[in-house]
Structures are given as C-alpha cells and as structure tokens.
C-alpha cells in the first residue's frame, strides 16, 4: 500500500534563515506530488506541484521554493524565512486520481 | 478561473441528526470531485471522490452526490455522531486533473 511521510511535523524558525521540509511517498511510482500552505483562517492555496522529476510548477510567487530530486521525494525549501511563512504545510501525492496527504508540517516563524 | 464555495461555514447538531455539507463550484468542466475531512491539527484524509461521470458514491454513513451541470455537490452524513467533529472541504479537478482547487471547508461539530 502507499503511504506519505512529511517531516518535520512540527518547526520553528526565526526570521531569515533557512528552510527544508521534506516529503516522500512509499509503494508508488511517477506520482503527481504537491505542496499545499493553509494558513490560519484560510483556505488550502497550493504552492508548488510536480508531474515527475525535475518538473516543478509554481502557482503563487513567493519567498519559497521546490525540488523533486527523486520520483518519490519533494522537498521544500527557502534561503530566508519570512513572518508570512508562518502556517501549515502539507505535502499530498496523487496516482490516477484521490488525492492522499501527509500529516503536515507546523512552521512558525518567529 | 475555478472557484469553490463551501456553505455553511460552521455547523452544530446534535448526535444523531442527519446532516447535509454544500460544495458549489463554479466552472463545471471538472475531472472529479473530491471530499476531504480533516481533524484539528492534522492532514486531511480523503472521504469520497466522484467521477464527473458519476452522480454518487457511498461509504458508510456518508453519502456524496454530484451535479455537474448546476455546479454543486452535497456530503451526506447518516445518523451523526461525536466522532464526526471535523471540517469538511471538498476540491474539484479540472481536466489534466493535475490540480485540485479547494473549498474553504464547513466546519462540524457534533455535541453527545
């Protein structure tokens, strides 16, 4: 079966420096994998998505950036926190269609 | 540009009561629809998905229709009970289903 590792779950940073939130997915290959930011109040707005390796879409500009290095590993990065970086992270992969997510990552940035 | 509405935005029933959660989107060329429950703190867990071929699915007490051509879908949730506190979000796939716009989610509570 899959499964959808996200770690750390929990993280906090002061402003300005960096950040790496990893993702993997076990018992799958070639997933769509996608990082999602639901800040407080908010909806889920998707951050990046990627259709296989090395391919990575940005939905919103921002202060944060996104590698897929492997077929199952996304990972999250930034070189300078912001305040605004500051909400929950999830990480989701989805096969031929539902859509499954990690148990998300806490960032506040201080 | 798909947008999703989810209505209302908090619920509260007692145990036991039948209850119906509203998605309405706006673009109706749409891969699939999916609903989601999602506990505070946590991830979100996928609940039921619906073809854009499909009128309905059912898993336990939980039952999701779709009407495309009016935009809309409905979560319904038999004999509710504690254990079913949670927010609710549904999100619609359009085709090349790469990306999923999501609704910003009902709230329930469920009171013994």
């Known amino acids: 079966s899959q499964t959808i590792h996200q770690w750390p779950a929990t993280l906090v940073q002061p402003v300005g420096s960096p950040l790496s939130l990893e993702c993997t997915v076990e018992?799958?290959?070639?997933?769509?994998l996608y990082w999602y930011r639901q800040a407080a109040g908010r909806g889920l707005q998707l951050l990046f998505y990627s259709v296989g390796i090395g391919q990575i879409s940005s939905e919103v500009p921002q202060n944060l950036s996104a590698s897929r290095p492997q077929d199952r590993q996304f990972i999250l990065s930034s070189k300078k926190l912001l305040l605004s970086d500051s909400g929950f992270y999830l990480c989701?992969?989805?096969?031929?269609?539902?859509?499954?997510f990690g148990n998300g990552t806490r960032l506040t940035v201080t | 540009k798909q947008e999703v509405t989810q209505i209302p935005a908090a619920l509260s029933v007692p145990e036991g009561e039948n209850l119906v959660l509203n998605c309405s989107f706006t673009d109706s060329a749409i891969y699939n629809l999916q609903w989601f429950r999602q506990d505070p703190g946590k991830g979100l867990t996928s609940l039921l998905l619906i073809q854009s071929s499909q009128r309905e699915q059912t898993s336990g007490r939980l039952n999701a229709s779709l009407d495309k051509s009016s935009g809309r879908s409905t979560l319904y949730i038999a004999a509710s009970q504690p254990g079913d506190s949670a927010t609710y979000l549904c999100?619609?796939?359009?085709?090349?289903?790469?990306?999923?716009?999501f609704g910003t989610g009902t709230r329930l509570l469920v009171s013994p």
């Open positions: 999100a619609v796939s359009p085709p090349g289903f790469q990306k999923l716009v």
């Open positions: 018992g799958t290959s070639n997933p769509n």
């Open positions: 989701a992969w989805r096969g031929n269609s539902p859509l499954h």
